[in-house]
């Protein structure tokens, strides 16, 4: 197993925790506001004027409101604490960047009106062949190869120089301005932003664990309040 395959393996198994952890804490914040002496279950199917029905509604708005706007205020923390480290111009971004979409599918994604479509499109044509992404970072086309990840497209920017400068730096697309805005997405090796990766991992995977279990609470509360 190479590195990053232990480092994915690793991350995982953060993961795996975390989210158990989050899960614990989301679920003692709904009970908090759960009435008293009250027996039914969160997602049970209660009639609309019911007790179990009105803790359902203060739970949705706990979570919407409450803990998901904390959340994207966390977020932008970790934005603007990356423009404490810099960019090395090691252009690996602009050589390899990776999609789950087909050209054809950004194409109409762009249509439909998605902005990063829309501009990821406006720098991006694919590669030939995945040995031609290779060339630019094996190991990673190898740990997406291991993972069963076959549905990836990889791209690169016609405008990058031989010296790897980009060769319309003023006019660039906000993606590479903003790039990297995810901060639980892959970064080269050589990337300069790793080490800001490294120190907000922890917290953004914390994140990113509580908004999926607000997801799946919203969705199954709709869910069991539209069969009334
Ligand atoms: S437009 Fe410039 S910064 Fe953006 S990907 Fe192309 S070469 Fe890189
Ligand atoms: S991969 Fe990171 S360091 Fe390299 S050019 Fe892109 S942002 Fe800069």
């Given at each position: 197993?190479?590195?990053?395959?232990?480092?994915?393996?690793e991350l995982?198994?953060?993961?795996?925790?975390i989210?158990i952890?989050?899960a614990?804490?989301i679920t003692k914040k709904?009970?908090?506001?759960k009435?008293?002496?009250?027996?039914?279950?969160?997602?049970?199917?209660?009639p609309s004027?019911?007790?179990g029905?009105?803790?359902?509604?203060k739970?949705?708005?706990?979570l919407?409101?409450?803990?998901?706007?904390e959340?994207?205020?966390?977020?932008n923390?970790?934005?603007?604490?990356?423009t404490?480290?810099?960019?090395?111009?090691?252009?690996t971004?602009?050589?390899?960047?990776c999609?789950?979409y087909s050209?054809?599918?950004?194409?109409?994604?762009?249509?439909?009106g998605?902005?990063f479509?829309?501009?990821f499109i406006s720098?991006?044509v694919p590669?030939?062949?995945?040995e031609?992404?290779?060339?630019?970072?094996?190991?990673?086309?190898?740990?997406l190869?291991?993972n069963?990840?076959?549905n990836?497209?990889?791209?690169?920017c016609?405008?990058?120089?031989?010296?790897?400068?980009?060769?319309?730096?003023?006019n660039r697309?906000?993606?590479?301005?903003?790039?990297?805005?995810?901060p639980?997405s892959?970064?080269?090796?050589?990337?300069?932003?790793?080490?800001w990766k490294?120190?907000?991992?922890?917290?953004?995977?914390?994140l990113?664990a509580?908004l999926?279990?607000?997801?799946?609470?919203?969705d199954?509360?709709?869910?069991?309040?539209?069969?009334?």
């Amino acid at each position: 197993m190479n590195n990053l395959n232990n480092s994915l393996t690793e991350l995982r198994k953060k993961y795996r925790e975390i989210f158990i952890k989050s899960a614990n804490e989301i679920t003692k914040k709904i009970n908090e506001i759960k009435p008293k002496n009250f027996k039914g279950e969160l997602l049970d199917c209660y009639p609309s004027d019911s007790e179990g029905f009105i803790w359902q509604t203060k739970v949705l708005d706990l979570l919407k409101e409450n803990i998901s706007k904390e959340i994207f205020r966390k977020l932008n923390e970790i934005l603007a604490y990356r423009t404490k480290f810099n960019c090395v111009g090691c252009a690996t971004c602009c050589k390899l960047a990776c999609s789950e979409y087909s050209p054809e599918e950004l194409k109409q994604k762009a249509t439909n009106g998605d902005n990063f479509a829309s501009q990821f499109i406006s720098i991006f044509v694919p590669y030939k062949s995945i040995e031609e992404a290779s060339k630019i970072y094996p190991e990673y086309i190898n740990l997406l190869k291991e993972n069963g990840e076959e549905n990836v497209y990889f791209y690169h920017c016609p405008k990058l120089t031989k010296d790897n400068r980009c060769s319309d730096y003023e006019n660039r697309p906000q993606i590479c301005r903003d790039f990297p805005d995810n901060p639980l997405s892959f970064l080269p090796k050589s990337c300069g932003y790793n080490e800001w990766k490294t120190e907000i991992e922890p917290i953004a995977l914390m994140l990113h664990a509580m908004l999926e279990i607000i997801e799946f609470y919203t969705d199954r509360i709709a869910q069991t309040q539209s069969n009334q």
